[in-house]
């Protein structure tokens, strides 16, 4: 069997250790080759591609934050667009199965290949941990813990300051990166995109615990976080060529809005791309190699049109329409628990 693989999307830590573990699995259980195609869809529509071998330098990369593929975005029209050439270009390099690598969108291209008759296996891949009928993505436990060790070193410069500290995380439609790490990071206040915040309360909260003698608060916020209607004007920003919402700093925007009412001194600290970077954590290596292994068995199997996923501690197979039917958002229980620890 002959199998490529590509990655799209955002890079993130562990997809190589993905491709490692399609590599190894295809070449030593089943004596098959594997391709990657450069840079995502556009290396997939521009037949660009270079062998796999399960060699000392595949070991090496599970090591390794990013991609040795190269990664990227390409519009869902030029997609389309392209299917006749798609399909020409697996047929001339002998590919039997497809394994793309990636989050929602590319879970969806993924599952707009499967429809059009192209045998294809998902991986699930998004810091965000927002792709639905998996309970964890890899890179977002890395994504977390760079998170949460900046929060922690925020704790003693805040307090040493009696300032606020904002604390903003990545998280487009989602809040799993900054409930976790604000979890984790004893934040004093969680904001996620799933619950519009009451810029009142957050004062409210603040203000107390100065008032009750603490010296500073960490507040870790989602850069997709929307006030609720009516409680401050904020511009949400426009859509890119992709349609991802651009974000106009809503961390600054709450800090702004604390040191107007409280007067107190407030630092904002946007994460960014940071998060996305870096050796993966140890468990991100093995769930995205158990992810490469299951993924590569599948296509050996004719287990088509499905994505890997983790359901409790076993590695299964969900139909790609289950997870690209919707995006998996921070529950209310969830949220609630957090709760219970503000202020």
Request: hydrophobic share 35%; with cysteine.
């Amino acid at each position: 069997m002959r199998i490529a693989t590509l990655t799209s999307g955002g890079d993130c830590p562990g997809l190589n250790a993905v491709i490692r573990g399609i590599v190894r699995t295809a070449t030593a259980e089943y004596g098959s080759t594997v391709v990657g195609y450069q840079d995502g869809w556009v290396g997939l529509l521009e037949d660009r591609r270079t062998q796999l071998y399960d060699d000392e330098s595949i070991d090496r990369i599970l090591l390794r934050g990013g991609t040795i593929l190269g990664t990227g975005r390409l519009h869902p029209n030029q997609f389309r667009e392209g299917i006749d050439q798609v399909k020409a270009n697996l047929e001339d390099a002998g590919i039997d199965a497809l394994i793309p690598i990636g989050g929602e969108g590319t879970l969806k291209g993924a599952k707009w290949l499967s429809d059009n008759g192209i045998p294809v296996v998902g991986v699930p891949k998004t810091i965000d941990n927002d792709v639905n009928g998996t309970d964890y993505t890899f890179c977002f436990d890395t994504a977390v813990s760079v998170a949460t060790d900046a929060i922690d070193r925020l704790h003693t410069t805040a307090e040493s300051h009696n300032r606020v500290m904002i604390v903003e995380v990545m998280g487009r439609h989602v809040g799993w990166i900054a409930l976790h790490a604000g979890m984790a990071g004893g934040a004093h206040y969680i904001v996620v995109p799933e619950h519009p915040f009451d810029i009142n309360d957050i004062c409210k909260r603040m203000e107390r615990r100065f008032q009750m003698g603490e010296k500073y608060g960490i507040i870790v916020v989602a850069e997709g976080a929307l006030p609720k209607e009516g409680t401050m004007d904020f511009d949400e920003g426009e859509e890119d060529q992709f349609g991802h919402k651009t974000f106009n700093g809503i961390g600054q925007v709450i800090g702004e809005e604390i040191k107007k009412r409280l007067g107190q001194d407030v630092r904002t600290t946007v994460l960014g791309h940071i998060q996305r970077g870096g050796t993966p954590t140890a468990f991100d290596r093995v769930l995205a190699t158990r992810y490469g292994v299951h993924a590569a068995r599948a296509c050996h199997n004719g287990d088509f049109g499905k994505s890997v996923a983790l359901r409790g501690e076993h590695i299964e197979l969900v139909d790609l329409d289950v997870a690209v039917g919707k995006l998996k958002s921070v529950p209310e229980g969830r949220y609630r628990t957090a709760q219970a620890l503000f202020g």
